[in-house]
């Protein structure tokens, strides 16, 4: 039976991950889902060691993959990456950005500007080369999807324990991009959507063990999220199952943003 992606070109960015061990990061579990549900994995990121290792997992299932090492806050590597896609399979049908800092910022108090201005140059910035270069190749196919990752962080307040100004105000701009790009070039049959997680247990964001205990006990479902759930997520948006979905924020986050939590 064919897959619910088959035989679409699919370009995920930032399909390594930071960390080890068996759990499995947001970008690395959307290509492995993707590949599965047959689409031909184009995949970036800036990491050549873990963008090969996800390649060969997904070759090692059987999978059609190829790779290429990119900074997408860099607007020609972007437009240079999206080209070799192309190149590659001959059309780009759906575009997975999984790209995003998320540490080392504050508050408006003490934000450092160099870090601020960091946060938009990877969180906006590279969100948007990759997909001012890639509209016109969906375009040329007749349609398709764009999915960011984006966070739960652009919808609420974090608290006063995790101070994330820089996080919080590019996750909100990218969404402010999603309803733009959806509006403009919806005609066209693109449609553009976000994902924001919650806590998501991943390799980046490996916790002590009262630590993980106390993020579990702020969702109702009282566990946190994995690599899996959101690529599950990017699958559905990527999918004809979702060809009337555009310009959506689809919350991935266990409950977590529904109940009060006072700080």
């Not at 994995?226 to 990527?238: C, E, K, P, Q």
Request: glycine letters at 14%.
């Amino acid at each position: 039976m064919p897959g619910r992606l088959q035989d679409k070109v699919v370009m995920v960015v930032g399909a390594g991950q930071s960390g080890s061990g068996g759990i499995i990061g947001n970008g690395r579990g959307a290509a492995l889902l993707m590949a599965r549900e047959g689409a031909r994995c184009f995949l970036l990121d800036k990491d050549p060691d873990s963008l090969q290792a996800t390649a060969d997992l997904i070759r090692d299932e059987g999978g059609t993959v190829a790779t290429h090492v990119t900074d997408s806050s860099v607007i020609e590597q972007a437009g240079a990456a999206v080209a070799a896609c192309v190149r590659q399979f001959g059309a780009l049908h759906v575009v997975h950005h999984n790209v995003g800092i998320g540490w080392g910022d504050g508050n408006a108090e003490d934000i450092d500007p160099e870090v601020w201005q960091q946060f938009f140059s990877v969180n906006v910035h590279g969100a948007l080369w990759i997909a001012r270069a890639a509209i016109p190749e969906l375009r040329n196919a007749g349609g398709g999807a764009i999915t960011f990752v984006s966070s739960i962080a652009g919808i609420r307040y974090a608290g006063d324990r995790m101070p994330r100004l820089g996080y919080a105000t590019t996750k909100a701009a990218l969404h402010g991009m999603v309803h733009h790009l959806a509006g403009q070039y919806g005609p066209d049959g693109i449609r553009t959507n976000a994902i924001l997680p919650g806590y998501i247990d991943t390799p980046m964001t490996q916790q002590d063990e009262a630590a993980r205990r106390e993020r579990e006990a702020l969702i109702p479902l009282r566990r946190q999220g994995t690599g899996w759930d959101i690529g599950w997520a990017g699958v559905f948006l990527a999918s004809d199952e979702a060809a009337f979905i555009n310009g959506h924020l689809l919350v991935v986050d266990g409950g977590m943003t529904v109940q009060f939590r006072p700080d």
